[in-house]
């Protein structure tokens, strides 16, 4: 350890036998360049070859000496391996540094990066960053909850309540009748009967309902779909469907739980063709009754929540048929227990059982031979049998008529998104922040960093979080347009909420997904809520319509808003026109912008509205076109649908992207306080950037854009993260999430 | 209904009554249009609007009539509405064609798909498509089976016995208690001991010991953790950590399931970050023995399994401490509990409780209150106290000699993945038969069809199977490389394996989500256990390691990799070179090729491994240049290693799409008999233009491809789904797994 031409090896000897990245045939190298090194005497080359012997590794005392005695060496000015050997011992010869530099590549050595293992330490710019708070988080919460922030805090305060601890049995008895109790706590606190006319007991308030449903989400989801069942479909398929007799007969129970009822549409072989029900309710002259029959095993009502356990009655769909022919579906109210709880004659119960989740929630199957009911038990709003036992209805067409019946239901398609958003805001929150407490690794021989200052844990979490406030600004706009509709925008707001609805409920699942991922071990443990959070929202992807169904279904109101758009025009010509126009427009409009890459026209939101817009309009157009191509070509339009179903999806979703960036927009540039206005241009330009990157094939493809224009967005999505990542804490704050429903331990504050 | 000219308007007052879509803006704009019209008579005119007064509809049975009446004029030659109502009447005059098409337009009705409504039922091509078989399934299974076809059979025959059905109590002792006795039996049958050495009792056989892992995933998952814990995890790292003196002392019990034990490696504070764990040995030259001890509570040991439960001893990793000096992590046998269960002195045992998984194994935290254990229970191949009480290692760094050991215990990341797959194939056998046999909408008129037949639900299934196979053979490489591997290889091979246990968890996450909503309600039952295999799976993307953490392992492998095949040169212009090189090579080989898009190029194997290499080879580069030019601009490594983390992870992924595509493309070469090769081509193909597909934005950008061939690939990646469609089923029927695994009643065959 004296001989300084010895020690000048000293570094390398050192990374030889600490990385562990050299292999034996780099040691061989490393003993190849020592005979060749002619200013070392002999004694000193046999010196330094045996210590890279592999059959001899230095003991690891030695290791450590060696390490302290560079330690002592190294100056703040040094910049290289070489330059500590240096330090040692100076050879100037010609080319040795290019020779030395040689060898640490051959060795497999980056050098500067090898470098780092000698460095001085200092704080890392990374393992410096942290939480701060830039905005008032009160201000934020109140922009969120807008003009429902009383109702909600109501709410809040009575989840909060000891009694709505969390339930921990896995028995699922325990389970429903604890979610039943919860209920009655929150009928005898009148929330249930919130959106039904005062005249019968009810708040009248459409707006607070959903604020309710949605406040609600943040404790157990199975209460939220359990109280959506009895106060939601039951309740509101009698207001809906039904008339004046059926609110005052039932209407007031309905909304106080004295009658828990079900909402028995969907049967075994009909889910998502509602109109393909089978169940049949047939009109007897004789005595003005109808008799509701089961046909056949797979027409029974499957999946009916309330059903298990706890319904006395159901909203029942079923084809209504008189002298034999069929009126199409219809609805009717059909008892299936007394007061006692016993199933009545005719009704047979199953109980669909243990569930992915929900499984406080009570569903079950129905079945019914040939039960008879009162004629005044149809919900007659739409259609009746006079006295005459003669149908009537004022929609002629069964069809149509039927699509009128559930387009009153529509409130059922804002509501689910907004509890499911909910549920991801839980999820969005306790994985924050265990991500800004939890610290794994760090730089050599610092400490370790919040894992939320790594980049890729910010880029999982974080275009999501910005995602769920374009999101939830997305479900106050649909909320505020159905409780404002006027009757010639029922059909463009029915295709928004099915939209919303997907597209929502797509967003929990990936959120929630990679909230549990982004939590590892902790995550997975049911303490943490993120698996159950999760596990309920699930089928939220499913029910209230199948999204892939539904979005389908977005992409048919698309195309035929199109049409009549266009409808001064010869409908030969359209949409060639509307398609060509559509291209040359843009690109007249913009021959640079295709490849700008600035800051501020990246971060404009002229520039991410033109692109989502111009992305729908295009992709609606090339829909159109292909499908009067395929049609036109002599395919049937059941066909060509099928052949065009994954450009019918990207319609839909170009459609709601573009809807849900304007009420971004439209709520930055209405927040007046500055603080909140800033933070949340910053999530809207990552929403607006990351939908851009996430579609950026197609931009490219359709040479909207080019590469340096997209690479430098990937590259700002990356800086957004960044940038938002000391925010983030502060902005699953402002969700407002009692603590008590939180729960998590996982999210408690370190203080 | 005798005026030929009032009945011209039939077709379009049966639209106006019927379509769900008009509006009463529309009924306004047909008014109109009949006021021009000159050839009818006032009589005729006030006829015609009394029929479309918004007031007073037509009843039902009248639209019925109508829709009679048009149904006996329709003819199979005419292809328009016009067509029809000309055949009621027909009105000569020279642009009247064209203005009723403006009025269609006007009314929003698409020419001719409104026509389908009319037009005499013919089946559709849609309808018409079903499965059918055009290969030896059995053939198939022998070639995903291969050589350890013999013990997968011997498994399925042993999980398919009556004893081993399903618990389905919700009680976790119950289930851990069932799952223990599960594992009693296969240890009696001699699989649980598969691979350790036959002196020991074992079956000498690592390949057998993967594909019982395999095999027992398609029963239960808490079976194949609680198993791979027991036998994976504890009585390897005996094996592979400890020497003779302890096989001879614990191997033979361990196998026999009479010692159950636990691999107590992760804390509580250092999962992802194990060199960090803070339990400590400590030597006691007084009486030759350890003091093992959990400094601090976020030091304990968490999630182990078998410590709740039924462990009596565990593997515990601790930094080995000698006279106040660490000398690094290292692993000792520790007792747990005595031979009645009852918990050691110093001993503290947690129970992790409900997951969201996996409940049947018996996760626990252990805390060690200066627990004494004898100096022979250091598992010491690689390290040792010699008798004067000094550390012995023949490998001085702390950090190489642990990383050694982790090494030898890679298995875990096979035998995860493998069952991890082995649930996904399950997944899509329920969701892909499910879908066959599910009818749900259909051609107007006709009878409902299949699922399977629509092209999204091919769209969200029939990748993934294709995936699965790619994997499936992906995996069969790794576990050969393993067991072949020689000692230069080691390195390559952790990477491999840490890359493709991220790769196959990744792909069975994305696979049982879409599974699961691909089954919509019934997809939620926990009877049809998709939910459970879901849940079960979803902790294998965090153990064994966070998938995002191994694929940076991957990546800086992958890097290191890079820069020693390059060591020829000087260290400082490589980067830049082989960047460039990598480039020009391909713009010079494929002049034409980035615009190519005829099938014969777009299916060509060479055209995908070129495609595949070339992104792999271009991301790796550009990845080195950038963590270079970081690092020279004066970063910390670590700092550098955090901007770039994005691009670690494309480096990764670039990786193993390539490593999996070579593997099936071998596969599909080496297939004798031709139906199977056939058909795995076709898999092959929508493998890797799904890959292509999804990377589009990638090729794009970097030029590698136009618009041209992506919106190719794109079409053929839907041809290629349809063109599968047929043989889905019987693809997943070559998993042959147990029906009564499978189990659930979806996927029960409809004889």
Known sequence: MDNPKINFFLPLLYLAWSDDLLTQKEFTVLQAFIHTQNWLSEAEKIDLLSKIDIASPPSRMELSQWKSAIDQKVLREHKSIFDISSAFYKNDSGDFELQFLKLENDLGILGAEAFGIFRPKTDTFTSKYQTEVRFDVQKLTAILD??????????????????????????????????????????DENLGNMAYPKKYGGGENIADYFAVMETLSYHDLSLVIKFGVQFGLWGM?????GTEKHYAKYLKDVGSLQLPGCFAMTETHHGSNVKG????????????????????????????????????????????????????????????????????????????????????????????????????????????????????????????????MLGTLVGGRIGIP????????????????????????????????PILNYRMHQRRLLPLLAKSFAVHFGLQYLTQRYINK????????????????????????????????ACGGKGYLSENRIGSLKNDTEIYTTFEGDNTVLMQLVAKNRLSEFRKQFGEMNALGIINYVFESAKTSISEKNPIATRRTDEIHLLSSEFHHEAFVYREKTILASAAKRLKSLIDSGLDSYDSFN?????????????????????????????????????????????????????????LEDGYMEAPKTKAI??????????????????????????????????????
């Open 146 to 187: 807008g003009q429902q922030a009383p109702i909600i805090n109501k709410v809040k305060a009575i989840i909060s309540r000891q009694e709505f601890q969390y339930e921990t049995s896995t028995d699922i008895d325990v389970y429903r009748g604890k979610v039943y109790d919860w209920c009655k706590i929150l009928a």
């Open 237 to 241: 398929s009698i207001f809906s469907l």
């Open 277 to 404: 029900l089978e169940t049949t309710a047939t009109y007897n002259h004789s005595n003005q009754t109808f008799t509701i029959h089961t046909p056949n095993p797979d027409a029974q009502k499957e999946y009916i929540g309330n059903a298990a356990m706890h319904g006395q009655m159901a909203t029942v769909f079923a084809k209504l048929i008189i002298d034999g022919t069929d009126y199409g579906v219809n609805a009717f109210i059909v008892p299936l227990r007394d007061e006692n709880m016993k199933t009545l004659r005719g009704i047979t119960i199953g109980d669909c059982g243990q569930k992915t989740g929900l499984n406080g929630v009570d569903n079950g199957t129905i079945r019914f031979d040939n039960v008879s009911i009162p004629k005044e038990n149809m919900l007659d709003r739409f259609a009746s049998v006079n006295d005459n036992g003669e149908f009537e209805s004022l929609i002629p067409s069964d069809n149509r008529r039927f699509f009128t």
């Open 418 to 449: 907004r509890s499911a958003l909910a549920a991801a805001k839980s999820g969005l929150t306790i994985a924050i922040r265990y991500a800004d407490q939890r610290r794994q690794f760090g730089p050599e021989g610092g400490s370790e960093v």
């Open 486 to 517: 006027k009757d010639n925008e029922a059909q463009e707001i029915e295709a928004l909420a099915a939209g919303m609805k997907s597209y929502a409920t797509w967003h929990v699942r990936d959120t929630l997904q990679e909230c549990r991922e």
């Open 643 to 699: 052949v065009a179903q994954h450009q019918m999806l990207d319609v839909a979703q170009a459609y709601l992207e573009r809807v849900v960036l304007e009420q971004f927009q439209l709520e930055v540039k209405n927040t007046d306080d500055l603080q909140c206005k800033a933070v949340l241009e910053k999530l809207h330009n990552l929403y607006a950037l990351t939908q851009i990157e996430k579609n950026k094939g197609w931009f």
């Open 714 to 751: 990937r590259k700002l999505v990356s800086q957004l993260c960044w940038d938002l990542r000391p925010d983030a804490v502060a902005l699953t704050d402002a969700f407002a999430i009692p603590e008590s429903c939180l729960a998590a331990p996982i999210a408690v504050r370190q203080l």
